[in-house]
């Protein structure tokens, strides 16, 4: 099977702008989480979904938000970017609702100038 | 909410020596508790994972150890090798929190030759 795919994996942008990531979860996994990376706060939660429903959602502000389509094919979108969204942005999908185990993607490196 | 602590931050260890990472967690509900092997440029791979209801497990040098009494869980990696250089992170997953995983601050262990 193939892994969890994010595109693009790099993306530059400049304060202000907003952003869409993709990410295409593993063949038949239905939920998706989003986390994001940096160097100071490590890796943190920003949501995750199931079945096109968001289920559950990490401690960031609303400029961060997500969707998931039929195909399980999950999109986070950042609004009104700023210097501190600059981080690494993972995806990783897992097969069922409550299914604790979780393959992650290669992420998206996201610079904000 | 949960908190897991990872200690070390960095371990350096000589080839075909075993390192040792601890990490604790706070919510005595957690019940799953993997971890992961993040190189340079890619996603946290899963290399090892133990639920609640296990001491102990094993995958050919990598072993894991869960005390739930003490909410603390170790990774074990043996006869380590220059690949192994990268860094870990340990998570744990709680139902009380919807789901999510919550990771460790990360360990880089790099492997001399």
């Known amino acids: 099977k193939a892994g969890v795919t994010q595109t693009p994996r790099y993306l530059i942008k400049t304060r202000g702008q907003q952003v869409t990531l993709s990410c295409s979860p593993i063949?038949?996994?239905?939920?998706v989480s989003w986390y994001q990376q940096t160097p100071g706060q490590g890796l943190q939660f920003l949501f995750e979904?199931?079945?096109?429903?968001?289920?559950n959602k990490g401690n960031f502000p609303g400029r961060f938000s997500g969707r998931q389509f039929s195909n399980s094919r999950s999109e986070m979108n950042v609004s009104t970017l700023e210097l501190g969204d600059s981080a690494l942005y993972l995806c990783?999908?897992?097969?069922?609702?409550?299914?604790?185990?979780?393959?992650f993607g290669p992420g998206t490196r996201l610079l904000v100038l | 909410g949960e908190n897991v602590e990872q200690h070390p931050s960095t371990l350096s260890v000589q080839e075909g020596d075993s390192a040792v990472i601890k990490c604790t967690y706070s919510?005595?509900?957690?019940?799953?508790f993997p971890w992961y092997k993040q190189e340079l440029g890619k996603g946290p791979q899963l290399i090892i994972d133990?639920?609640?209801?296990?001491g102990e497990k094993k995958d050919q040098r990598i072993a894991v150890t869960l005390n739930k009494t003490a909410k603390h869980f170790s990774l074990h990696i043996t006869e380590t090798q220059p690949e192994d250089s990268a860094v870990y992170f340990c998570?744990?997953?709680?139902?009380?929190?919807?789901?999510?995983?919550?990771f460790g601050q990360g360990t880089e262990l790099s492997v001399k030759p």
């Open positions: 133990i639920r609640s209801n296990v």
């Open positions: 979904y199931f079945s096109e429903t968001q289920r």
């Open positions: 990783a999908s897992s097969s069922d609702r409550g299914q604790e185990t979780q393959y």
């Open positions: 063949s038949g996994h239905r939920s």
């Open positions: 919510d005595s509900a957690s019940n799953y």
């Open positions: 998570a744990a997953h709680s139902y009380n929190q919807g789901g999510k995983l919550i």
